[in-house]
């Protein structure tokens, strides 16, 4: 447990403990086993209906793309490359893990919600080697081969051994709920690490860049904003907060993988900025129908 802090809370001392140890770079290789060892228990729980599949989850893979390319324009007008890459990849995280748990929170179809997640991770993974060479500059290094490598270990290695471990072990697909906190620890120490990479980077540089930190602030508040908003009237009028928890919630330890992996450290703040919008506008919605927000280990 986290002794009583909250999500957010908990983040943002993530956040601040990795700006103030920049020497924990060293350990920045381990991020992709992390997000690995995350999304394990996450397919390891899911059961998938056909039943629960519905038309609008089409549109929001379509709109999970369109928002990333939307920030990184936006992140361009106002700061120049690197924020409209910070854009592009705070856009581009697919639905996270922790959606359907505080969708449950607010009494809508967790269904739903289960169904956007596997068809915008799985759609994002498969389309990111088209997508990256579109926002990356020019001469930039980019192997279509590495990337579908990368994201096939990160997304379908972890798909296939839950599957296997469920077939052979019927009982494992409720070992999940129990493993929650211990998973949030560790995408506490994934932003950690994200923010001792960043805060490495930038003290290797002569000056800081206060104007694309607030740029990139900025830049992650409006794409959350937007996620959110256009996720509603996607899912309007039968799935409104399925559809929206869906856009505006986001998985950004796999961005987070891939803008360290292939842009920088300050565009992996896009995606790290981004947690702690999605989870204040968590936590007003909880407060707003009365209920407190959820424990540690239940969002991402």
């Known amino acids: 447990m986290i002794l009583g802090l909250s999500r957010t809370a908990a983040i943002v001392l993530a956040l601040l403990l990795g700006a103030l140890v920049p020497a924990a770079d060293a350990w920045s290789g381990a991020l992709r086993w992390l997000v690995m060892i995350m ?3 996450v397919f390891l729980e899911f059961t ?24 990184w324009a936006l992140g361009r007008l106002i700061g120049g490359p690197e924020v409209g890459l910070a854009g592009f990849f705070a856009g ?3 639905t996270a893990t922790a959606a359907a748990v505080v969708m ?34 020019a001469g930039t290094a980019v192997s279509t081969a590495g990337v579908v490598g990368s994201v096939t ?18 009982a494992a697909a409720g070992w999940p709920p129990r493993l929650r906190n211990p998973i949030f620890l560790l995408w506490a120490f994934v932003i950690f690490l994200v923010a001792a990479h960043a805060s490495h980077f930038l003290r290797s540089l002569p000056a800081l860049p206060l104007g ?5 602030l900025g830049t992650s508040a409006a794409v959350c904003a937007a996620n959110f908003a256009l996720g509603s009237a996607i899912g309007a009028p039968r799935f409104r907060r399925e559809a929206s928890q869906a856009l505006g ?17 300050l565009a992996a703040l896009g995606p790290t900025f981004y947690v702690v919008w999605h989870n204040l506008w968590n936590s007003w919605q909880l407060r707003r129908r009365g209920i407190p927000p959820a424990g540690p280990g239940e969002s991402r």
């Open 39 to 41: 999304l394990f228990p």
């Open 48 to 71: 998938w209906s056909r039943a629960a599949l519905q038309r609008s989850h089409g549109w929001l893979l379509v709109a999970n793309i369109l928002t990333a390319f939307a920030g």
């Open 92 to 94: 581009l995280s697919p």
């Open 104 to 137: 449950s929170f607010l009494g809508g179809e967790i269904g739903y919600v289960i169904t956007a997640f596997m068809i915008t991770n799985l759609g994002i993974a498969v389309l990111t080697p088209l997508l990256l060479p579109l926002v990356l500059p």
């Open 153 to 170: 270990l990160v997304v379908f290695v972890p798909l296939v051994l839950a599957r296997i471990v469920r077939w052979l072990v019927p």
């Open 212 to 216: 694309p930190l607030a740029g990139i």
């Open 249 to 265: 919630q986001k998985n950004t330890a796999f961005t987070i993988y891939l803008a360290l992996a292939y842009a920088s450290p």
